[in-house]
């Protein structure tokens, strides 16, 4: 998810520039094409790492729960909660 999540924002980001943003001063200055790039990448991961802490919690929560519970709430959990953080931070 970490990878999806990372080319997800990427295309976001790249529509955005070409939709709102002026292509020529990106052009003008080549140098700090690197450091935009980088700078970009840090932020996306810092948001998805930030989403994947409710993850964290659900599977430390199986400490305490019984395996064939836990790998089925898993599944719905997952299954609703990806699609719907993607989008709601894709829309923001």
Request: net charge positive; charged share 10%; proline share 5%.
């Amino acid at each position: 998810m970490l990878i999806l999540g990372l080319v997800l924002f990427a295309l976001l980001r790249i529509a955005f520039i070409i939709r709102f943003g002026e292509l020529g001063t990106l052009l003008n200055s080549p140098k700090s094409l690197p450091l935009l790039i980088y700078n970009a990448f840090r932020f996306d991961a810092q948001v998805i790492a930030y989403l994947m802490i409710p993850i964290v919690i659900w599977f430390l929560a199986n400490v305490f729960t019984p395996k064939e519970k836990f790998i089925k709430a898993s599944l719905t959990f997952f299954q609703y909660y990806f699609p719907s953080v993607f989008t709601l931070i894709a829309i923001v």
